[in-house]
C-alpha cells in the first residue's frame, strides 16, 4: 500500500497493514524510511504506478488537494486494484441535530474546500472509496489527555451532538473495503452524544470531578475549536455494516474511552523501569 500523508489515522493503518506483512511506503513532506517526500515527483509516481492499494488521508489546504494537483492524473490511471480517501462528515454541515447519510447533501458547511476536495476525489475513479469520518479519537488524542491537561469544557448547549469514531475503527473498516464495493461510506460510531457527555465519562475513567458547565462565550475558544460547535448532526453508519460487514468494535465512547485508557496504561507500563532492590 501507499499512503500518502501519514498522520495519526494513517499512521495506525500503515502499523496494523505492517503487521500483517504488508508492504507500506508513506509519502510525508520529508523522506525517511520506507518515507518517499511529497515533492520527490519521481519517487512517488514510481510508488503509484507500482502499488496494488493507494490511500490519500491528506486534508484540503487552502482552496485545494495538493495531492489531486499534483498527482490526481497519475492516480487517477495507476493500475492499483483499490484507490481510497479519508475525508470528513463535515462535508455535511450543520442538520440541525437531525441524521445524515451518504445521500445527504454536501457542500453546505463551513468547509466547503473539505466537500469540494470529497467529490474531486469521488469523480476521479469509478472504484473509489471514499471515508467520511466525524470526530476522530483514540490513545494519545480523546477526551481522556483534555482533561488530564486542563483543557476540557462542558459547554452549555443543550441538545447538540455530535459523532465521534475510534481511530482503529477506521483502521478495521477501511480494511473491510478491501473485498468490498466502491463508493462512499461514512465510519461512525453507533452513539451520537453531546460532548458533555464524554468528557464526564473520561473524568469518571479518571476518577476526577468533571470541570464546571459554561456558556460558549465563557469558554473563551480559539476559531477552531468555537467552529466544533456551530455544526450539530448524527451520522449514520448503516452502509458500512450492510455493504462492507464492517462493525464498531467501539460502538459507543464508553468502550472507545475504556479501551484507550487500556492502551495507554499499557504503553505506560512498557516504557516505565522496574526498580529492583536487592534484599
Same mark, same amino acid.
Given at each position: ?13 500503515a ?50 488537494d ?7 492524473g497519475?492516480i ?14 463535515g ?27 470529497d ?12 471515508f467520511? &469520518?466525524?470526530?476522530? %479519537?483514540?490513545? /494519545?488524542?480523546? *477526551? ?5 491537561? =486542563?483543557? $476540557?469544557? @462542558? +459547554? ?7 459523532s ?22 461514512n ?8 460532548q ?52 464498531? &468494535?467501539?460502538?459507543? %465512547?464508553?468502550? /472507545?474511552?475504556? *479501551? ?5 496504561? =499499557?504503553? $505506560?507500563? @512498557? +516504557?516505565?523501569?522496574?526498580m529492583?532492590?536487592?534484599?
Open positions: 500500500m501507499l499512503i500518502l500523508g501519514l498522520g495519526y489515522t494513517a499512521s495506525r493503518l502499523m496494523r497493514l505492517r503487521a500483517r506483512g504488508w508492504q507500506v511506503t508513506g509519502v510525508r513532506r520529508a523522506a525517511g524510511p520506507d518515507m518517499l517526500a511529497f515533492d520527490d515527483d519521481a519517487a512517488v509516481l514510481a510508488a503509484i504506478d507500482g502499488a496494488t492499494h493507494i490511500l490519500s488521508s491528506v486534508p484540503p489546504e487552502g482552496d485545494g495538493p495531492v489531486l494537483a499534483r498527482y490526481g497519475a487517477a490511471a495507476a493500475p492499483a486494484s483499490w484507490v481510497g480517501y479519508l475525508s470528513s462528515t462535508v455535511y454541515g450543520d442538520a440541525a441535530g437531525a441524521w445524515v447519510d451518504e445521500a445527504s447533501p454536501v457542500g453546505r458547511g463551513r468547509r466547503t474546500a473539505r466537500a469540494d476536495a467529490l474531486a476525489w469521488g469523480a476521479l475513479r469509478p472504484d473509489m472509496r471514499r467520511r &469520518l466525524p470526530g476522530i %479519537y483514540g490513545p /494519545g488524542r480523546s *477526551a481522556l489527555d483534555r482533561v488530564r491537561e =486542563g483543557k $476540557a469544557y @462542558r +459547554i452549555d448547549l443543550p441538545g447538540q451532538v455530535f465521534r469514531i475510534h481511530v482503529d475503527d477506521i483502521v478495521a473498516g477501511v480494511i473491510a473495503s478491501f473485498d468490498g464495493p466502491p463508493g462512499v461510506y465510519l461512525a460510531d453507533d452513539l451520537p452524544a453531546p458533555n457527555a464524554v468528557t464526564e465519562a473520561a473524568c469518571g475513567l479518571l476518577g476526577l470531578p468533571p470541570p464546571p458547565l459554561v456558556t460558549l462565550e465563557q469558554a473563551n475558544l480559539s476559531p477552531m475549536a468555537r467552529a466544533f460547535y456551530a455544526e450539530n448532526r448524527r451520522v449514520a453508519n448503516g452502509r458500512a455494516k450492510r455493504l462492507l460487514g464492517w462493525k464498531p &468494535l467501539h460502538p459507543t %465512547y464508553r468502550e /472507545g474511552l475504556a *479501551a484507550c485508557l487500556c492502551e495507554e496504561a =499499557g504503553t $505506560a507500563r @512498557r +516504557i516505565v523501569p522496574v529492583v532492590t536487592n534484599p
